[in-house]
């Protein structure tokens, strides 16, 4: 992740204005929120031993004995009686999320924090980290010993770099004795054990507890693509229907044809930046072969330097003409705030990206209303359809090996990231939290907050999403690849003397890293790719 990105993130946080997305979190509540009704039942439903009460719904939230969250507190209410207990957990967070875990929601109920405390009796002491600086922060507390916190919050795919430093704690012991279950086929994670290792584990252990839902999916204007006047001249022009596309052919086609630069229609900002450019490329690159185009093979030699690298450079450089002029500079901020102004036919964004500018309570937005969600373009191989996505960013929670306490910190977030909880937490809009999980998709308050239409799309998304690299070594390979992007872009290399120079700069890493370690990372990693794959459309 650049310095560009951190300064993106923290800004659009800070200054709340550059972007239309700039209407403060919390202040988005009470447009999708209608404000819980005086609920006479505060206490909890018949058969629940603790969770939310205070609003409609709240016995959703709630749960028994025989939950991942009632084992939880069972566990560390035993904890306590043995007198094993901390008075403290000190979790570091990103300050850009702090606020669902602090702030009351909906009306009259608790916040996360307070029930926490109230149901175990010890103090959750939140930490606020600058949004980009996870990582930064985390390392400099292993590698002085400083002991700052018993949890940290960093990118998830900064797991295996953690993991090898011996600063996190593997949580496999923990995790057997009390069964989060998160691969439940009704409430866990997309892709049930797939998603999990995805998320949550390195070299088949866990390491980490997801806490974040950062998947990359496409948006598009419903007023343009519904235009009568539109479908017809673009049928003429093409011969097939204005519609949604699940190629990139198609969607290149229809990017050209909405890009009026002197109308202040740009066709397409799917990013092109260093730091955030690069997810667009895997997705080209991804979804090159049936049921993916791997980044390595499983002896560890890079598979970018190929025609499937070169074609998926060279697409990656044509797109730009239908992109703003600046697009290389664009950031999430002004991605966000062009298309709030309705300024670009399709883009691929966070999954917040409806919450905040489909949104009456946003006066600036220009496209309430106007915006539909789509599955990501793919490509048609052997009679079926590859359409592949991206994780990128996501926050996951991990022990220090220096907590006094890491059971009790394991306790705390297998009820925080279970799906009750974690429910309710990501339908708060005061945070970037992001749904994920299969109960958040169901969840009335989360489709209320992020709206129906986006929740199935998004879900679907997941389901094929390839992970970032994400072993030792991740932010070098990202660097390496980000760099020579830009310098295709840019015109200073070709294609092909891109994917050669990374695939060059890859083999260095490798080699740095320990060739047999990470051929046992990138065989593992294969196990949380995706294998969904679609019919043709007629």
């Given at each position: 992740m650049s310095n560009l990105f951190r300064m993106s993130r923290r800004d659009l946080l800070a200054t709340g204005g550059r972007a239309l997305a700039l209407t403060a979190a919390a202040g988005i509540a009470p447009q999708f929120i209608r404000p819980g009704r005086a609920y006479a039942a505060d206490a909890l439903a018949p058969g629940m031993i603790g969770g939310p009460t205070g609003f409609d719904g709240a016995e959703r939230y709630q749960y028994g004995p025989d939950t991942p969250e009632g084992r939880?507190?069972?566990?560390?209410?035993?904890?306590?009686?043995?007198?094993?207990?901390?008075?403290?957990?000190?979790?570091?967070?990103?300050?850009?999320?702090?606020?669902?875990?602090?702030?009351?929601?909906?009306?009259?109920?608790?916040?996360?924090?307070?029930?926490?405390?109230?149901?175990?009796?010890?103090?959750?002491?939140?930490?606020?980290?600058?949004?980009?600086?996870?990582?930064?922060?985390?390392?400099?507390?292993?590698?002085?010993?400083?002991?700052?916190?018993?949890?940290?919050?960093?990118?998830?795919?900064?797991?295996?770099?953690?993991?090898?430093?011996?600063?996190?704690?593997?949580?496999?012991?923990?995790?057997?004795?009390?069964?989060?279950?998160?691969?439940?086929?009704?409430?866990?994670?997309?892709?049930?054990?797939?998603?999990?290792?995805?998320?949550?584990?390195y070299r088949g252990s866990t390491y980490g507890v997801s806490l974040d839902g950062d998947f990359q999916v496409w948006n598009y204007r419903t007023d343009l693509f519904n235009d009568e006047a539109e479908k017809k001249a673009f049928a003429d022009k093409h011969g097939y229907p204005l519609v949604p596309p699940t190629t990139f052919k198609q969607l290149d086609e229809i990017a050209a044809f909405f890009h009026r630069p002197d109308k202040g229609l740009f066709g397409c900002t799917d990013l092109r930046n260093q730091g955030w450019g690069y997810t667009n490329w895997y997705q080209r690159f991804t979804s090159m072969a049936s049921p993916n185009q791997y980044l390595f093979g499983d002896d560890g030699k890079a598979l970018i330097n190929s025609d499937a690298g070169h074609k998926a450079t060279q697409e990656y450089i044509d797109a730009l003409s239908y992109h703003s002029p600046d697009a290389i500079s664009w950031g999430w901020p002004e991605q966000y705030g062009n298309f709030a102004g309705g300024g670009a036919a399709m883009t691929c964004a966070f999954s917040n990206l409806p919450k905040f500018l489909d949104n009456k309570s946003n006066e600036g937005s220009k496209i309430t209303g106007k915006v539909g969600s789509m599955l990501p373009p793919g490509r048609e191989i052997d009679g079926q359809l590859v359409r592949r996505s991206v994780l990128w960013l996501n926050l996951s929670a991990s022990i220090s090996s220096q907590s006094k306490n890491p059971e009790a910190c394991y306790l705390l977030l297998q009820w925080l990231g279970s799906s009750r909880i974690y429910s309710w937490m990501t339908a708060n809009p005061s945070g970037y939290f992001d749904p994920f999980q299969l109960a958040n998709f169901a969840d009335p308050l989360v489709r209320e907050t992020y709206h129906a239409y986006h929740m199935d799309v998004v879900r679907e998304t997941v389901s094929r999403t390839v992970p970032s690299i994400n072993y030792p070594g991740a932010t070098a390979f990202h660097n390496a690849l980000d760099e020579n992007l830009v310098a295709a872009l840019t015109k200073t290399k070709t294609a092909e003397q891109a994917m050669a120079d990374t695939e060059k700069q890859w083999t260095r890493i490798a080699r740095r890293i320990g060739e047999d370690k990470l051929i046992e990372a990138i065989k593992t990693n294969k196990q949380a790719w995706p294998t969904v794959v679609d019919p043709l459309q007629g």
């Open positions: 939880a507190i069972e566990a560390i209410k035993a904890m306590k009686g043995a007198g094993k207990a901390p008075t403290k957990i000190v979790l570091g967070l990103s300050d850009g999320s702090i606020g669902q875990l602090t702030k009351p929601f909906p009306a009259g109920a608790p916040s996360i924090k307070e029930l926490w405390e109230k149901e175990t009796g010890i103090t959750l002491d939140i930490v606020g980290v600058p949004n980009g600086q996870e990582f930064t922060k985390t390392m400099q507390d292993i590698s002085t010993k400083g002991g700052s916190f018993d949890i940290y919050a960093v990118e998830w795919n900064r797991l295996g770099d953690l993991a090898e430093t011996g600063g996190i704690i593997k949580m496999d012991d923990y995790v057997a004795a009390h069964k989060p279950e998160w691969d439940d086929p009704q409430r866990g994670y997309v892709n049930g054990k797939k998603g999990v290792s995805l998320l949550n584990q």
